[in-house]
């Protein structure tokens, strides 16, 4: 927290300034290590600390801390879990070690109990026989007289338990075979602290304990691995081996004992090429997860939670749903994924997920094992669609004749669309219909796989098919065929050209409407909030949240690609506009030049052709777009913004055009100058506020004052020969009316908040003042 803090209100300096390197820092650094020193005390509270800093700090700051501090949790937490599973393999080996270990030392102590009941015995023997030979007569009286006396109930015992043993062992009483073991061991504690046997009775009893104990873990053993052993018997017997002391033995031979039954009922499996692959992976499930739930079961009832045996039993899980995957792959998910099946492998991987999670409510998550192992041949089955998508749109945009039609039934009905809304739905031609219906169906088809963390390249994927339908788009556009080599992906794909105005910006419409609305609404059903369950709402509106940048970027992404496409369309039509089929220029400056030298009479003053085509074509495409972009009138103008920026930008940077124009080799003369003023006029007239931006309404002053300053070093004054603004403007709304059929405004009457009144009160008294100064 504190660490988070310090760098949440001051931004981490460089290495040099914490280290004092370099005069300059050298304060910076200090002051930024006495800050530092507080979270460094013992006795730092970070509640006092996080409270002094809220006191002086508005709710728009403590929201954001807030907001920083959940980040910093989230990932910590993420680097926690990635640490676990990074060295969860580690654990289990090293439990592993540690139970065998466990079991080893138990082994030696029993054998130093051996060897030193041995070592006793012989001691004793050997004090025997240093006994001196004037007591010999003395033992004798004494040993005549222990033989007539009769032995102890102890030794009676000792000598009669190989017996019992052997009757118990023979006869299966398990638990009174371990009550007598246990009793032996007893006795044989007590005679040896109170000598009540001899050190050779001892030693013998305690072999017999070793030898029976060891038989009856031999029994238990071969009992654990008999098919008709189950259930009761079996947690039984191994619950006998943990009490004789070799629990690691026990849970092995349990696991086993679980593993041989799987093994049996899967042979009743067969996959079959008629066989439906979910039906398979139903049934393949429905044995492994119950077997291994049924090994927990057992595992937990005769040893508990102990992490030696429940680190086994992960690993042994761990493989069998390892194994368990492998079948599905190669039975199921592989013919799915090689015929592009989407939904049948996600089927599949749901089911099978399914009956994994049963088991992850009781400790035991074996998820992450099954998405690693599934993941690969549910990414190839993604890759199959989307090519689908993209041949399929391809072959179609071969025969579109773009024109934009209402769905066609086929497709209403495909995408669930009621009649009331059939009127809503929006306009699009044949091969962008069929495009976005696949993209709804796929996104269907997608939503159930979330879990396989599969949205970010699901999403990369399909980026990746509309940027190859754009292509195709681009391909449709009139001359740009020999752009072809440049678009990726577009191939040798053959597309209908798109003749017509109203057919290329049907294209547009295609391109734009599928990147702003049909696309990412499409994309919101791999939301956690579109799909039904009974997950926590709080965790899937927090996904959710965490997805939203992701989506914003790969909606910005779409529309760079209909930026392209858009891009493509005004470089064609400013080139049809600019230059003739024979690659002459209608843009030039000898246009303007050769008015003063070839003029007799004064001309008959309008704006020059290529800027009339100009106005002309904008008026036309602005009346197709306003029934085509309905709702969108926003791309529409943006648009046609474009197309009078380039061809604009193309003037501005025409460097042969203003060669000619300031330094070649005839100066531009006093009508040249008029008629190119006009020219521009013009332009800011019929494109104020509707086809000019504000850049390139500086770019077009920035050209009239290069103009006049190449007229100017002529030695003239351009205000000698420019006619009053009111002159320019009644021209330029004359040619306005007459291309647009709409009557003109009198100059007189113009309101203030016009385009006509606030361009010639402004932007042409400031070109005139400028001019002359």
């Not at 439990?95 to 051996?114: A, F, P, V, Y």
């Not at 009676?156 to 075979?177: G, N």
């Not at 238990?220 to 002391?245: D, F, M």
């Not at 495909?414 to 929006?426: C, D, E, F, I, Y």
Request: negative net charge.
């Amino acid at each position: 927290m504190a660490s988070a803090k310090s760098s949440r209100s001051r931004p981490s300096a460089p290495s040099g300034m914490l280290s004092g390197a370099g005069a300059g820092h050298s304060e910076s650094g200090v002051q930024l290590a006495d800050k530092l020193k507080i979270f460094k005390t013992d006795n730092f509270d970070p509640d006092a600390y996080v409270q002094s800093k809220c006191q002086t700090m508005n709710e728009k700051e403590i929201r954001h801390l807030c907001s920083y501090l959940q980040d910093l949790k989230k990932a910590s937490a993420e680097e926690m879990r990635r640490s676990v599973y990074a060295n969860y393999s580690a654990f289990i080996r090293t439990s592993k070690e540690i139970s065998d270990l466990e079991g080893e030392l138990l082994s030696i102590r029993n054998l130093l109990s051996t060897q030193a009941a041995l070592v006793h015995g012989l001691a004793d023997g050997v004090h025997i026989d240093s006994i001196t030979a004037s007591s010999e007569a003395s033992a004798e009286d004494d040993l005549s007289s222990v033989e007539d006396r009769e032995p102890s109930d102890v030794q009676k015992w000792s000598l009669e338990f190989p017996d019992i043993l052997d009757v118990l062992l023979a006869e299966r009483r398990v638990d009174e075979a371990l009550d007598a073991l246990d009793e032996a061991d007893r006795i044989a504690t007590e005679a040896k602290q109170r000598q009540t046997l001899s050190a050779a009775e001892i030693l013998s009893l305690q072999r017999a304990i070793s030898y029976h104990r060891q038989k009856l873990a031999d029994q238990l053993a071969e009992a654990t691995c008999q098919s008709s052993t189950r259930g009761v018997e079996l947690r039984a017997a191994a619950s006998a081996l943990k009490r004789l002391g070799d629990g690691p033995r026990a849970h092995s031979l349990l696991l086993n004992a679980h593993n041989e039954k799987l093994q049996h009922n899967m042979q009743t499996i067969h996959p079959t090429t008629t066989s439906y692959g979910g039906a398979y992976t139903a049934a393949l499930s429905q044995q492994v997860f119950s077997i291994i739930s049924q090994a927990l079961n057992d595992s937990l009832e005769v040893f508990g939670e102990e992490s030696s045996y429940a680190s086994e039993l992960v690993i042994w899980a761990t493989k069998q749903a390892e194994a368990f995957a492998q079948l599905v792959k190669r039975h199921a998910l592989a013919s799915c994924a090689a015929a592009g099946g989407l939904r049948a492998a996600a089927e599949c991987v749901q089911i099978a997920l399914g009956h994994c999670s049963l088991l992850e409510a009781r400790g035991l998550s074996l998820s992450s094992v099954l998405l690693k192992l599934f993941r690969p041949s549910v990414e190839q089955a993604l890759e199959a669609n989307l090519k689908r998508i993209e041949e399929s749109t391809a072959a179609l945009a071969a025969a579109d004749d773009w024109v934009l039609i209402s769905p066609p039934s086929g497709l209403r009905a495909s995408a669930r669309v009621s009649t009331t809304n059939l009127a809503l739905q929006p306009k699009l031609s044949s091969s962008a219909h069929r495009f976005n219906t696949m993209v709804q169906d796929f996104f269907e088809d997608v939503g159930p796989l979330l879990s396989l963390q599969l949205g970010g390249s699901t999403m990369d994927g399909l980026l990746k098919v509309f940027n190859s339908y754009v292509n195709l788009l681009i391909s449709a556009l009139p001359g740009s065929m020999e752009d072809d080599e440049n678009l990726e992906g577009s191939g040798n794909k053959i597309v209908r050209m798109a003749e017509t105005e109203m057919q290329q910006l049907a294209l547009l419409a295609n391109a734009s409407l599928l990147a702003e609305e049909l696309l990412p609404r499409a994309a919101m059903k791999l939301s956690p909030m579109y799909q039904t369950g009974n997950d926590d709402l709080r965790k899937r509106a927090s996904e959710k949240n965490n997805r939203v940048p992701e989506q914003r970027e790969w909606k910005r992404k779409l529309q760079r690609s209909v930026d392209r496409l858009r891009d493509s369309f005004c470089r064609q039509h400013a080139l049809d506009l600019i230059f003739t089929e024979d690659g002459d220029s209608h843009l030039s400056a000898d246009m303007y030049i050769s008015m003063d030298n070839s003029v007799v009479e004064e001309p008959d003053w309008v704006p020059s052709p290529i800027f009339q085509e100009l106005y002309a074509k904008l008026n036309r495409m602005a009346s197709i777009a306003t029934e085509m972009f309905v709702g969108r009138e926003r791309f529409a103008t943006l648009l046609l913004m474009r197309l009078t920026e380039t061809v604009i930008l193309w003037l501005s940077e025409d460097q042969s055009f203003w060669e000619d124009i300031e330094e070649g080799p005839k100066p531009l003369g006093p009508l040249g100058l008029q008629q190119f003023y006009l020219d521009m006029q013009f332009v800011i007239l019929f494109g104020h506020g509707r086809f000019l931006s504000r850049h390139v309404h500086q770019v077009i002053i920035d050209i009239i004052e290069r103009a006049m300053a190449a007229f100017s070093a002529t030695g003239m004054n351009p205000d000698s020969v420019l006619p009053s603004d009111d002159w320019f403007i009644d021209v330029a709304q004359d040619t306005i009316s007459k291309i647009s059929g709409r009557a003109r405004v009198a100059n007189g009457d113009r309101e203030l908040s016009s385009p006509t009144a606030s361009v010639s009160a402004q932007s042409m008294s400031s070109f005139r003042s400028h001019g002359s100064s």
